[in-house]
């Protein structure tokens, strides 16, 4: 009887145990694989404030990275927030290097880049655009009291270590400082705060709101307002959201762009100057 009793228990307890796991793996199979339809997967740097960075918590509307503890905020988070909802579904941010972003969106990793990404002619040939979200123009972040604090003219930067992001035309205009010593293009802009905080360069070139984010975040920055500034076309100071080819959606996101209001777009880029993380 004692014998009955013990398997009996025994029994009980492995039906409990397999009923236990079976609802775990249901619960994370319902997390992990949600249908693609239900889901808007946006790809950025998530670092490149006030555009986009990486926070530790869900402060100021960041929103978790896939596959990570972290949190990305900015900006281009607050823009995609509203895509996402205006389409009907749940925003994904994927952290990715800025050279992987259109890689990324052709492969079908993310559905979207909003990353501060500029509609280019060269871009053009790979994905599709939006209609842009925000318009900006190119600086020159320095240091405060430097050598190239009072310049207001390109030609002030004659021999002036000067670099930017690689793949980007940021870098591209430095040659149209006369008499620059372009340095190597970097990765990312906290390597180029880096640089510049040690001396290895003189100065970098941003676009506007960066160049305000950085001044904000580190007190011994300043930029140049130039008198007589950087030629560009429209399209290399201007930021829209990268799609693909084929995208069905492009209408949608385009419409729910046009009901962002100039003012909302410049009050949501003053609100994620101010709330972005001091280290960055």
Avoid: H
């Avoid at 950025?44 to 918590?57: H, I, L, R, S």
């Avoid at 896939?66 to 952290?95: H, M, N, P, R």
């Avoid at 008499?179 to 990765?187: I, K, L």
């Avoid at 950087?230 to 990268?242: E, R």
């Amino acid at each position: 009887m004692k014998r009955k009793l013990l398997l009996l228990m025994a029994a009980m307890m492995t039906a409990i145990m397999l009923a236990a796991c079976g609802s775990d793996d249901e619960g994370t199979a319902s997390e992990g694989n949600n249908s693609k339809d239900d889901v808007f997967k946006v790809g950025m740097e998530a670092g490149y404030p006030p555009f986009n960075w990486t926070q530790k918590d869900d402060s100021n509307g960041a929103v978790k990275i896939q596959g990570s503890k972290e949190y990305a905020g900015g900006y281009d988070v607050e823009i995609a927030k509203k895509i996402a909802e205006g389409l009907g579904k749940e925003l994904v941010i994927v952290k990715t290097e800025w050279d992987g972003l259109v890689p990324s969106l052709q492969s079908g990793a993310v559905d979207a880049i909003i990353a501060g990404m500029s509609p280019t002619e060269e871009r053009k040939e790979a994905i599709d655009f939006t209609e842009n979200y925000y318009t900006s123009d190119f600086v020159i972040v320095v240091k405060k009291g430097g050598a190239y604090d009072k310049a207001t003219k390109l030609t002030d930067f004659k021999g002036a270590k000067i670099t930017a992001q690689l793949n980007t035309t940021n870098y591209k205009v430095i040659d149209q400082i006369p008499g620059v010593n372009q340095q190597v293009a970097m990765d990312n802009f906290p390597a180029m705060r880096v640089a510049l905080q040690s001396g290895a360069i003189d100065g970098y070139v941003a676009e506007r709101p960066e160049a305000i984010s950085a001044t904000a975040a580190i007190d011994g920055f300043a930029y140049n307002e130039l008198e007589d500034g950087f030629k560009t076309d429209p399209a290399d100071t201007a930021v829209a959201i990268g799609i693909r080819k084929d995208e069905k959606n492009s209408d949608k996101m385009n419409e729910i762009l046009s009901n962002i209001s100039e003012d909302e777009r410049q009050k949501m880029m003053e609100a994620a100057i101010s709330n972005q993380p001091a280290a960055q």
